[in-house]
């Protein structure tokens, strides 16, 4: 048997984790969008509508060799933080890992810092930030924290003593310098780099062609060309707290693992 090539959230961990359909951060480019247009579970107009799947928010989980992440397919919003909270007891209480995934929203962080105080060495926190600039950040992902804020919630978590890592994926401007710069501080794990995948077909799939957005989609591929993917690996190769999503692995020659969830 041919072991296929790791991607996507498998690079990061085995398995995932989920409640809500949709998403109010209702990013442009979203992944979790597209596919649920596609399977007509969600239109472009009700995807910011999130609806709790009780029947998942009640599972119980049996302790994983691997890890979680959570949410895959979501965010962690103030509006069902309640139930963030009642999932993440779920997935942690009988000693499971859980990569937290998240635009982070500082409310929801300070609470479930607070709440999970005893779980530090089973949570490790990836906070999606793709620039330093609150009004790209406002653009590409309407509903989610400012740069501001997000960084208060790096911050808070790191020093609460929780591990944390960044996921710049997809990269959102061609300044990302500036915001490894800014954060690696407070980066105990590492910061991920990654390109914008597919994001014309995304973007024509999440029902979003309007002008601006096409002329700054163009421009955002035009950023991310191979000569430039190649640049900024040769400036950041040698630092062991950058690492590449597989979308950059390409370029540049990384082999992609075959082993779900090995995070390197």
Known sequence: ????????????????????????????????KEMAIRFKRKTPENWKE??????????????????FMYPSSHDIHPEHLEENIQY??????PGNKVLIVTKPHLECITEICGKFNNYKQKIL???TI???NS???????????????????VKYAYNNNFNT????????DNNIEDLIQIILPFVTDAIWLGKANFLLRR??????NDFETIKRATQLIEWQKDENILILYKKYKLNNKIKWKESIKKIVGIELPLIKGLDV
């Not at 009004?135 to 919630?153: T, V």
């Not at 890592?165 to 959102?172: A, H, K, T």
Request: charged letters at 30%; hydrophobic letters at 35%.
């Open 88 to 93: 993440l007891e779920h997935l942690l209480e």
């Open 135 to 153: 009004e790209i950040l406002k653009f590409w992902e309407p509903g989610a924290p400012d740069f501001k804020e997000r960084l208060e919630s």
């Open 203 to 208: 973007l024509k799939l999440n029902g979003i």
């Open 165 to 172: 890592s960044i996921s710049c994926e997809p990269m959102l």
């Open 130 to 132: 793709g620039s330093s």
């Open 50 to 67: 999130e609806e709790v799947r009780n029947i998942q928010l009640k599972k119980k989980f049996s302790k994983h060799s691997g890890t």
């Open 1 to 32: 048997m041919i072991n296929k090539k790791v991607f996507g959230t498998h690079e990061w961990a085995d398995k995932t984790a989920n409640f809500i359909n949709g998403c109010k951060h209702d990013c442009k480019y979203c992944y979790s």
């Open 125 to 127: 926190f990836r906070f």
